[in-house]
């Protein structure tokens, strides 16, 4: 079992280890700050739960879902780690992957910044993919047998999260169509909470899981070694799974509240049991495409479920013009953070080599 104390050890010894793990941390940090919110977004603007507290649940959840997920099936990070190769030179392969990581970390900010929702589970895969190209000047580092679960998964979680979303909604409408509708505001008000809880351990489970397969990307690089075929990533890095979840959580509670404006408030006009049944069917997409290993985005499955919500009333009710800029930003993130993982990668070996 590899202790926290030699893996610091490691990094103080290895100056390009140390980098590319900081890198990682920012980016897990900066993951908490701008896709986390999205857990959260239609409990706080149904007015279930004020925004602080809601971060705060948001946070603890986070923390839980990274950790208890990993326990039970880490095949999404083993997913992300095999998916590209940087070769056998562990300096010039942890220079590659810090040019990524540094990409992805740019793409995020800018984008949290104009508080638009971006996936950083997409720029993660983009960056590292457009670093591993540049590496070998072909697509020879890219394994396209782990590759295409990214394309499977983008398919699957928009349909999981618009068709359950509708679904779930359409249920609760007429289960509750004879309710006295101010006798159900306590009740949908919890469930929300409760909906909003799960969908942020799910981000947990999903995003958190990918960015410890990165940690362990660096550990292994920086000793020229693959990773190896019998690796058990909840009993040899329970560290790290701490780790990494309490970078997250440290993220989710420094805020978001652009990104919560943005999917809660613009999209779609939401009640209480709208709310409640857009985070039940984000999470249990979230959780399906976990168990199949699947890499997918949090705000993907948030953002089509909240538009599956919208379309039980009406088409017109979704916000048309807020989904169109999420679409092009999603559309954007794969050539745009993999083209500057690319240049970055470039620039780094031309640099440090």
């Known amino acids: 079992m590899d202790s926290m104390l030699a893996f610091w050890n490691q990094m103080t010894a290895n100056p390009l280890l140390f980098i590319a793990v900081m890198l990682t941390l920012g980016v897990i940090l900066v993951n908490g700050w701008t896709d ?120 699957v979680s928009v349909v999981l999260g618009f068709g359950l979303g509708w679904l779930v909604c359409k249920l609760v409408t007429k289960i509750f169509y004879k309710a006295n509708r101010p006798k159900t505001e306590p009740f949908f008000r919890g469930a929300q909470i409760a909906g909003a809880a799960y969908s942020a351990f799910m981000h947990g489970a999903q995003d958190g899981q990918k960015f410890m397969g990165v940690v362990l990307l660096c550990v292994y690089m920086s000793h020229g070694q693959a990773l190896p075929k019998d690796l058990d990533i909840a009993n040899d890095y329970l560290w790290l799974m701490i780790l990494c979840s309490s970078i997250m959580a440290l993220g989710t509670a420094m805020g978001g509240k652009k990104i919560i404006k943005s999917v809660g408030m613009d999209m779609v006009k939401l009640e209480k049991y709208q709310g409640f049944s857009a985070d039940l069917a984000a999470s249990t997409s979230l959780l399906l495409c976990s168990v199949f290993s ?60």
């Open 36 to 155: 986390a919110p999205n857990a959260i977004a239609t409990c706080v603007v149904t007015r279930c739960m004020p925004p602080k507290a809601a971060i705060l649940m948001a946070a603890v959840f986070n923390f839980l879902g990274v950790f208890v997920m990993t326990l039970v099936n880490a095949k999404v990070a083993e997913t992300i780690t095999k998916m590209v190769d940087f070769g056998t030179d562990p300096d010039k392969a942890i220079i590659a992957l810090s040019a990524a990581l540094f990409a992805i970390v740019l793409w995020a900010t800018l984008a949290w910044v104009f508080g638009i929702p971006t996936s950083e589970s997409h720029a993660l895969i983009a960056g590292l993919t457009g670093s591993a190209i540049a590496l070998h000047n072909s697509l020879d580092g890219v394994n396209g047998g782990e590759w295409v679960k990214v394309v499977y998964g983008i398919g």
């Open 294 to 353: 699947l890499p997918v985005s949090t705000t993907h499955a948030k953002t089509t479920a909240i538009m599956g919500v919208g379309a039980v009333k009406r088409v017109s009710a979704i916000n048309f013009s807020v989904v169109k800029e999420m679409v092009m930003t999603w559309v954007l993130t794969f050539p745009g953070c993999g083209l500057v993982g690319f240049l970055m990668t470039k620039l780094f070996m031309y640099i440090f080599t």
